[in-house]
Every structure is written in C-alpha cells, then in structure tokens.
C-alpha cells in the first residue's frame, strides 16, 4: 500500500489506520515523500514520485531497513540507486493524474524493465481486458489506484 497524502488534512491518522491495516494482513505500507511520517507511523518505507527519486540513495544509507520504491513516467531515472522498485506509468491509457500522459503500452514497459536496475511494477490503466498484454514484459506485479477504488466503492 503507497499512501500519497502530499499534505492532506488528516493524514497522519489516516497513515497509522492504514499502518494496523497492513500489520493485521502483513502487508507493507509505504508514505509518499514524507520519510518523517514514515518514521512516525512505523511504516515500511517511502515511495517518491519522479522528481525526488535523487533521494532514494540517501534515504537507503539512512535506513536500510526501509523499503524504497520510485514512480517512473519518463524512462530518463530508469537506473536510481537506492530503490528496491520502481512504478512505471502509465501503461496503458489511464485516468487521473496520468491522463494527460501518453501511455506507454506493453512493448514500450517491457524495454523500460529491461534497462531498469531494479524490478518494475506496471501501473495506469490496467484491468482486466488489457492485463494479459503484460505477460513476458519482465513486471514483477501490477499497481492500480482506480481498481482499487472500485473495488471498495464511492469514497
């Protein structure tokens, strides 16, 4: 779970209800670029968009026990140290803050993980009619922000 509360009210109950979710499920929870919030709530690690992934390093040296994952939009960081992971989107045509972004489409993902160094998850846009298309593209897992939206309902 990536929490992305980029300074919402709330967020820090909001980050410890999601830190017993993910305990009780042994999942991991992961703050977006807040590693003081991370620390707060005893989180797992940070996720960092695309601008702050020169971070990574510092963040990996500083705590090691740290998961850190990086948003992907440009193909340019493909090769961040420090990061356990990265997301690339969007895959296919998506909503919300990548649609104003081409999507990159499976053959695009798959040379993008071939050159990443370090494993890629696949986000934006992916459901079930396209989800196969990324068979043999290299991911190490799919993401969704809207499947999992619906799938708890209207917010």
Same mark, same amino acid.
């Given at each position: 779970m990536v929490f992305r509360h980029f300074g919402r009210a709330g967020a820090g109950e909001t980050a410890l209800r999601?830190?017993?979710?993910t305990q009780t499920r042994d999942g991991l929870l992961l703050i977006g670029l807040d590693a003081e919030l991370a620390e707060a709530v005893g989180a797992d690690g940070v996720h960092l968009p695309e601008r702050a992934l020169g971070q990574a390093a510092g963040l990996a040296a500083a705590r090691p026990d740290w998961r850190i994952t990086g948003a992907v939009h440009s193909g340019t960081t493909l090769a961040t140290s420090g990061l356990d992971a990265l997301v690339a989107s969007p895959v296919f045509a998506a909503g919300g803050a990548s649609s104003a972004r081409p999507p990159l489409g499976p053959d695009r993902f798959a040379e993008w !993980?071939? /050159?990443?160094?370090?494993? !890629?998850? /696949?986000?934006?846009?992916?459901?079930?009619s396209n989800a196969r298309g990324l068979i043999g593209s290299g991911a190490c897992g799919i993401a969704g922000v809207s499947a999992v939206r619906t799938a708890f309902g209207p917010a």
């Open positions: 999601l830190r017993e979710a !993980v071939r /050159a990443a160094s370090c494993p !890629v998850y /696949a986000l934006g846009g992916i459901g079930t």
